[in-house]
């Protein structure tokens, strides 16, 4: 299938070859929905929002809501503020939504429309009931990446909705990046079990892992409440888990309201965690229960368990920068040793992170690390110097068959197989989840090679 | 034509008008004209519907781009071509597999199929410019890959900045000796997917069809609007080589450039997705004289119905002697692999949203299983897909089709050849054999509900008020549908299955609905305990 891919590595100043990110818009869509009652707007062609909702709705295997502006020719020449005009009058109407999210396209950007401008207007003239909100962001497609895209929704979602309050509680408002409402329903469960008040927003658990019970409801139960996304004003810190996804709204936060930020990695691996878990019980004054120990414990437990099968395996990982840099860290820690690292979005700051991770775990031998990369370059980093194990999206799935090496998935998406949306990676229970199928996909290899003439082991 | 019963409560014209309430005025107004509640016998033939009209902004429309049409429906299945996109990441990104056309390398290997080939536009780009970075794209696709030829495909950005993609694509054929065609099917054509087939279509017959010619055996055809998803071409086309005839190329599933070269050599054209390739049909016929007719795959019924066609064409006792011969052996063998899925489905209602094509042409194959299409319409189809071709003369064409090119095309002096005299030519046609399609009006009698490029509130009520058995539509429905317990068929994707097509394909069908159906799981989804009410009370001590 990739067999057209040449063994040497030569310089490309034009051409990506399967790209290691997509458009922002596909994350501003994401971070809306993390809003109860919300309907995303794509103001664009309707092939945005098409392809955005299409791929979405491929990675959650649920129903992904959300309107367009259907420019024509005609707008993209004259403006498309009439279409977003006409847009909200028949969104409220319809598919009475409590609030819309607004977000922009390639085309919008490049002719400029003015949004703030255009729903100012359609607020005053009545067109947005009362009651009712309009929320918006800027996500030009050619620039970053997807979780760029996400990064500026969940920064509108702070210029717009957060409220200043002076009496500042105590309470962490938690901005949980451009992951699945599973590791967001985790961390929320490791606040509870310290009792901490807090407020995530965006949250999908509740909106992208719904129940089947013969009931379908547009606006399913989850979601951030607006009510609390206002109130996020007040609360004494914010927690921006993933720099690249959720710094943004950590700074608009400042901004707005004089929250402070800390900019933590989202959790994943025993040291993220930690960070995650330490910040919490600091800000909160709250001890860390021994139930989060216990588990902490039984992640490393399983390290130690299983540790020879870890040990020194080469891995190649790819995805998104948020993601990939506590995975990256996390497999450091078991003794693993990741080789080519690599993310499509662009970022001088993801080789710094790395290369820090690479000093900081003693590790002087040769890897790769890049940012802006594609998926081709990868395969051909893993041609030059083969690895035992490829973590990433399912994209990854075709270098795996190729170079035959075995491959765990992981970010965004994952589209052929079961469980993202429901077991974590985050957390010390996600640890575990993650690093046991990492195990037994090596296992699996392992029993798999057994030559013909002996027997496989019976114990691992 | 059939009498259909919807669910016995529901009087079409009323659920129809109370839909329509829940718009504002002027969106009602328009939305009505996309409905049609079928009238019995010739009031039935006479009703027009509205179709292929922009969908109003914010209504939540199951519509892609003209992008889509072009890059992901015509063009994209050529295997043995580097498709670059000339865009922002994105467009490229999303049409990366996720279409289903299924291709195998000829002799020469050449497949990149598994590749996604973009030029990543960046704010710098749309600034001062891409052509640059398109020309080097190309270059470097040309060094790397030393593909067939390579496409360029116009994103959004690309209009408004004034790349001239048609010029670098020349520059670019020169300087590589690779053929290079570029394409202007920015996602804001149009009104949907279909500018897209429409733009692609052209491109294709000026610059690829017609480039060799080769003379070719009598009874060589070619299969035009069939793309391969999930192996339907290679049974249509096993099929075909059983009856001795030669299918020369195919438009464009498991299709390789070299074959659009020289498919302007074949006598005959089948035109199965009529929506998406009816352009190049007409094209071919007229400049080099081939005649084409309008065939539907799906079921052993129709499967045979236009093998006939086929038989009919070439008039030959032999031919038509071997075609009768496999229909008979294949319709036996379907028959009985149909055969133990009929009792699960019969009485079962369908509703079929989808596309330009499948929302008919599956209809056929429901019926054959004993289940009943009861509402259908499709996503972008114009006025004659569900009317029939015979209205095209008075189809309006409007401000947002105005500018997707009607090409003019005239008789090749040395090359229109038609394989038929023109008198039979002229009897086939009034025979509807030849140059017809009927459209959705032919299979939806009287008592049936059509509607136009569904939204998704009157997908809902529709479901809720008529309570199906089964609809059929896409990815974006497939789940909305089946949070409502009930089963969602993928017509676009086949839920990652298939083939559907030719016989072997029904029984897949059949086998497949039938799992759908009847896969106990469903019975799970009402929750228990979710109306008990709970008594808890304590005495007082």
């Keep these: 299938m990739l067999h057209h891919t040449p063994d040497e590595i030569s310089e490309r100043h034009a051409l990506k070859i399967n790209p290691a990110k997509t458009c922002q818009p596909i994350g501003a869509m994401y971070a809306a929905l993390g809003i109860h009652g919300c309907l995303p707007h794509s103001h664009g062609s309707q092939g945005c929002c098409s392809y955005h909702r299409s791929h979405l709705t491929r990675h959650y295997k649920e129903p992904v809501m959300a309107s367009t502006s259907s420019f024509t020719e005609g707008a993209s020449v004259f403006g498309g503020g009439p279409n977003l005009r006409q847009s909200l009058k028949t969104i409220f109407q319809v598919y009475e939504p409590d609030i819309v999210a607004v977000h922009t396209t390639c085309l919008s950007e490049t002719i400029g429309d003015d949004l703030p401008s255009i729903i100012k207007g359609a607020v005053e003239d009545k067109t947005v009931p009362e009651g009712k909100h309009v929320i918006y962001c800027n996500t030009p497609s050619y620039v970053g990446s997807h979780v760029t895209g996400y990064s500026n929704m969940a920064a509108g979602i702070v210029k717009c909705l957060c409220e200043k309050d002076e009496t500042e509680s105590k309470r962490i408002n938690v901005i949980p990046g451009f992951t699945d409402p599973s590791d967001m329903r985790k961390i929320k469960g490791m606040l509870k079990e310290m009792k901490a008040d807090f407020i995530m927003f965006p949250d999908t658990s509740g909106v992208l892992d719904t129940p089947q019970t013969a009931e379908y409801k547009m606006y399913p139960d989850g979601g951030a409440k607006i009510s609390d996304i206002m109130r996020a004003g007040g609360s004494s810190l914010s927690l921006c888990l993933g720099r690249w996804s959720s710094e943004a709204a950590g700074v608009e936060l400042e901004k707005k309201c004089s929250v402070p930020f800390k900019v933590l990695d989202l959790p994943i691996g025993v040291l993220a965690t930690d960070r995650f878990v330490e910040a919490v019980s600091q800000e909160m004054g709250l001890p860390v229960p021994k139930s989060i120990r216990d588990e902490r414990g039984k992640l490393v437990d399983m390290l130690t368990d299983y540790q020879q099968y870890l040990y020194k395996k080469k891995v190649a990982i790819f995805g998104d920068p948020d993601t990939v840099i506590p995975m990256t860290e996390f497999l450091l820690s078991a003794g693993m040793m990741p080789k080519h690292i690599i993310t499509g979005t662009p970022g001088k700051a993801f080789d710094k992170r790395i290369d820090a991770l690479m000093k900081e775990h003693g590790h002087d031998y040769e890897y790769n690390c890049s940012n802006s990369a594609d998926l081709f370059y990868l395969h051909q980093l893993i041609k030059k110097e083969p690895v035992d194990l490829l973590i990433g999206n399912t994209y990854g799935k075709y270098i795996a068959a190729e170079e035959n090496i075995p491959f765990v998935r992981f970010g965004f998406p994952i589209l052929d197989r079961v469980g993202h949306s429901h077991f974590p990676k985050a957390g010390y229970m996600g640890g575990m989840h993650f690093i046991s199928g990492v195990i037994n996909t090596l296992l699996d290899k392992m029993d798999r090679d057994t030559p013909e003439d002996m027997t496989m082991e019976l114990v691992a | ?541």
Aim: aromatic residues 10%.
């Design chain 2, 1 to 541: 034509m059939s009498e259909i019963m919807t669910g016995p409560e529901v009087n079409l014209e009323s659920w129809v008008d109370n839909i329509i309430s829940k718009y504002p005025p002027k969106v009602a107004k328009k939305r009505r004209r996309h409905m049609v509640v079928r009238e019995e016998g010739e009031a039935g033939c006479s009703q027009t519907i509205e179709a292929n009209t922009r969908t109003v902004p914010g209504i939540i429309s199951q519509r892609g781009c003209c992008y889509a049409g072009c890059k992901g429906v015509v063009i994209g299945p050529i295997g043995d071509m580097v498709h670059i996109t000339h865009g922002p990441v994105g467009c490229g990104y999303y049409s990366w597999l996720t279409r289903r056309n299924m291709y195998k390398a000829r002799d020469d290997k050449k497949n990149y199929m598994s590749y996604c080939f973009t030029t990543d536009m960046q704010d710098h780009d749309v600034i001062f410019g891409g052509e640059k970075k398109l020309a080097q794209a190309i270059r470097e696709a040309a060094q790397i890959f030393k593909p067939a030829a390579i496409s360029v495909h116009a994103t959004c950005p690309v209009g408004l900045i004034g790349d001239d993609i048609h010029q670098v694509a020349k520059d670019m054929e020169k300087e590589t000796g690779i053929p290079v065609m570029a394409f202007s099917c920015e996602g804001y054509k149009g009104v949907s997917q279909s500018a897209g087939h429409h733009i692609a279509n052209n491109k294709l017959f000026t610059s690829a069809v017609g480039k060799v010619d080769e003379p070719q055996p009598e009874f060589t055809i070619n299969i035009l609007g069939e793309y391969n998803i999930g192996g339907d071409a290679w049974e249509i086309e096993r099929v075909f080589e059983k009856c001795k005839i030669k299918v020369l190329s195919t438009f464009s599933g498991n299709m390789s450039y070299f074959e659009m070269e020289k498919s302007h050599n074949a006598k005959f054209n089948l035109v199965m997705c009529h929506r998406s390739i009816n352009y190049l049909a007409e094209m071919m016929e007229k400049k080099y004289g081939i005649p084409w007719a309008k065939v539907n795959f799906i079921g052993p019924e129709s499967m045979a119905k236009s093998m006939r066609k086929v038989a009919a064409f070439f008039n030959n006792d032999e031919l038509t002697k071997r075609i009768e011969a496999v229909i008979e052996e294949e319709v036996e063998n379907a028959k009985k692999g149909i055969e133990p899925y009929l009792k699960g489905l019969e009485g079962k209602r369908v509703m079929l949203f989808v596309g330009g094509s499948r929302a008919h042409h599956y209809q056929s194959v429901f019926r054959e299983l004993g289940m009943e299409p009861v509402v259908a319409g499709y996503e972008f189809a114009h006025r004659d897909d569900y009317e029939g071709r015979h209205v095209i003369p008075t189809i309006k064409v409007d401000a947002d089709s105005k500018n997707i090119e009607e090409l003019k095309v005239e008789a090749d002096p040395e090359r229109y050849m038609p394989a038929i005299d023109e008198e039979y030519r002229k009897r086939l046609e009034e025979e509807g054999v030849l140059s017809n399609y009927d459209g959705m009006w032919a299979d939806m009698g009287g008592g049936t509900l059509i509607i136009d490029d569904i939204s998704h509130v009157e997908l809902e009520r529709l479901i809720l008020d008529f309570k199906p058995d089964l609809v059929c539509s896409g990815i974006k429905d497939k789940y909305v549908i089946e949070k409502f317990g009930v089963p969602s068929k993928q017509l676009h994707n086949y839920d990652y299955s298939g083939p559907y097509a030719g016989f072997r394909g029904a029984v897949n069908f059949a086998r497949d609905i039938d799992m759908l159906i009847n896969n106990p799981a469903w019975k799970l989804a009402r929750t228990p305990w979710k109306d008990r009410p709970f008594l808890n009370a304590s005495l007082n001590s």
